[in-house]
């Protein structure tokens, strides 16, 4: 009971501190605090996805195009071939007319029983009626894009990688969007949300500015000298926090049930790191404190109680939704049919909105059944990595609050940093594993009330993710700690040819074995490197060698980055999940120019898969 009452205590002294911060900013400022997140003003509670009852969860309104949009994507799906349908082609189409005009002219098409239209008539009223996916987006020059920046990467001495380098260097061109006039003058014609300023975008199917994304595009941005051009992803990521209370999964308004990984704090660092711009620190701080209410609310955090009589607050993805996603509406009520009542399927529309709040959408790491997709219990797990953000956030937010002078909220917050690590040692680490891992909540547990911690609920399965904590300074100041880890990491199975693997299940989902991602490369790579183990060092250089080099041969053979790689074969992008495989792409021309910024290329070195 000591426990708790310190954790309350510690929320309303931030709290405090963080109205005494805002009291000279405008009223809007003010409010940050004052009033309560939108899914807390809704006045529910969550319930666990296996308890009795309905489903009381919040949920976010969605727009009345969106809901219209679902129609025509359950049309095309009906009317399509499934390997000629991407459901979200249509979920982002924009209007040529009113809503209401175009909703009669739909329901005047003629269709069969099953909802179907003729492929000539679907055609023919998409082309009347609607702009193409992607067309409320603008083309825009970035304002600092240099061909050849001055001091770009300096360690790539071998001319064959340094080519290549400017070429994923160019594609920041590519990649570079503004919203269109019309989705500011006319925000009802389109499912896009308004931006202040242009950003970048992932690239192919993914048209709109993503959260997490958004940390490694910035972080191969600071690589390119375009210390502007981050600066302003930053600045459209506050926006739709100040708008929402929460920094939206992606800018389009079928999104803003749910976040993403919270890496804006991460963000901020890193611009700050390179700049010192201090007016960039002054301007996050408000919009950061009001991300950490936001996943510090009752629907995110779960309190453990471990065997020393310690209570612990730690947190969870729950996105505020229970019904079919809409970018993906059709394929969800599939999965769903197999359940036989409203309320089961509320659960499990509310657990596959929560793992695509995860980022990993999808894996078998959110099933209780590795076997069964419609298993998924995303609600019910304290995932590692999320609770290694929420760590950094508290650690950056600390860190900008003595910039600022507000050494009160630094020590706070800074407060708040250890009291998660001691959770990270009590309900996540695994000393038989030498590894972190996810902790499952019990079946049937009401939310509210504190859980006792039982080994049994350690998830032992070997994720990447239990790799993660290694990017927070914390744990990989700690020289012994680091090297146990690494060890585990070099026996887990999960290195491969060209890079770290997901998981060690081959499911076919595309968080899966063998596909490998750049955000999770990354990180572990950085966490082993920033350690004083010589050891560990050496096993971040030779993976992050093997990913660049497994990144050059795909280019090479495809002329273009791909959001995932499969890192069993060299050279080979991956594949698996519900659309197909997309390019561009943001984070891992963000990740491999990161790496070959930190690592550089020897002159004489190879590049081709060995």
Request: glycine share 6%; hydrophobic share 40%; with cysteine.
């Amino acid at each position: 009971m000591f426990i708790r009452l310190n954790i309350l205590f510690f929320h309303s002294t931030v709290i405090y501190h963080l109205l005494s911060l805002l009291s000279e900013r405008p009223p809007h400022l003010l409010s940050l605090l004052s009033e309560r997140p939108p899914m807390a003003a809704a006045n529910h509670s969550p319930s666990s996805p296996y308890s009795c009852g309905k489903d009381s969860g919040p949920v976010i309104p969605t727009t009345s195009l969106v809901t219209f949009l679902e129609r025509i994507q359950e049309t095309a799906f009906q009317t399509y071939e499934r390997s000629k349908f991407d459901h979200k082609d249509f979920i982002d189409l924009s209007l040529k007319f009113d809503l209401s005009t175009t909703v009669k002219a739909f329901d005047e098409i003629s269709k069969t029983e099953n909802g179907s239209v003729s492929t000539k008539d679907f055609e023919e009223f998409i082309g009347k009626w609607f702009k193409s996916a992607g067309e409320d987006l603008v083309y825009v020059e970035p304002m600092d894009f240099e061909t050849e920046p001055h001091g770009f990467l300096p360690k790539v001495e071998n001319p064959e990688v340094r080519a290549w380098a400017l070429e994923v260097h160019g594609l920041w061109k590519k990649l570079s969007r503004e919203v269109s006039s019309s989705v500011h003058d006319h925000p009802e014609l389109h499912t896009l949300l308004p931006l202040p300023v242009p950003g970048m975008i992932p690239g192919s199917r993914f048209r709109e500015v993503y959260y997490w994304d958004s940390y490694w595009v910035i972080r191969g941005l600071l690589a390119s000298k375009m210390h502007e051009t981050a600066k302003a992803i930053v600045t459209n990521l506050i926006s739709l926090l100040d708008t929402y209370g929460y920094v939206l999964n992606g800018a389009r308004a079928y999104y803003t049930n749910r976040s993403q990984p919270p890496l804006l704090s991460a963000m901020v660092y890193e611009i700050y790191n390179r700049t010192g711009d201090v007016d960039l620190v002054k301007k996050a701080l408000p919009a950061l404190l009001k991300e950490y209410q936001f996943w510090n609310s009752e629907i995110h955090t779960m309190i453990i109680h471990d065997a020393e009589n310690c209570n612990h607050s730690l947190n969870r993805y729950y996105a505020m939704w229970n019904k079919p996603r809409p970018e993906a509406s059709a394929i969800d009520k599939r999965f769903a049919s197999k359940f036989l009542n409203v309320n089961e399927k509320q659960k499990f529309y509310r657990e596959l909105a929560s793992t695509a709040e995860s980022g990993w959408d999808f894996s078998t790491r959110w099933m209780r059944n590795p076997s069964e997709f419609t298993s998924l219990s995303t609600t019910t797990i304290l995932p590692v990595d999320l609770n290694a953000f929420i760590l950094r956030m508290e650690l950056d937010i600390a860190f900008f609050a003595k910039i600022v002078g507000e050494d009160a909220i630094a020590e706070d917050f800074l407060t708040a940093s250890h009291t998660r690590k001691k959770a990270f040692n009590s309900v996540f680490w695994n000393e038989n594993m030498g590894q972190w891992v996810d902790y499952w909540l019990n079946y049937g547990a009401e939310p509210k009330e504190p859980q006792t911690w039982e080994a049994q609920n350690q998830n032992q399965n070997v994720f990447a993710s239990n790799f993660v904590p290694l990017w927070i300074d914390l744990f990989n100041s700690d020289t012994p700690l680091v090297e146990k880890v690494t060890r585990s990491l070099q026996s887990s199975g999960l290195l491969c040819a060209a890079g770290i693997a997901t998981s060690l299940t081959n499911s076919g989902h595309q968080w899966d074995f063998p596909n490998g991602w750049a955000p999770i490369q990354h990180m572990i790579v950085e966490g082993l490197w920033r350690s004083a183990s010589i050891e560990a060092r050496k096993v971040a250089r030779d993976i992050a060698e093997r990913w660049i080099r497994g990144n050059y041969v795909a280019y090479k053979k495809t002329g273009t980055m791909h959001e995932k790689y499969n890192v069993e074969k060299c050279g080979e992008y991956g594949a698996g999940g519900i659309y197909r495989p997309q390019t561009g792409f943001g984070w891992s021309n963000g990740v491999v120019l990161t790496f070959l910024e930190e690592f550089g290329w020897p002159k004489d070195q190879n590049i081709d898969c060995n």
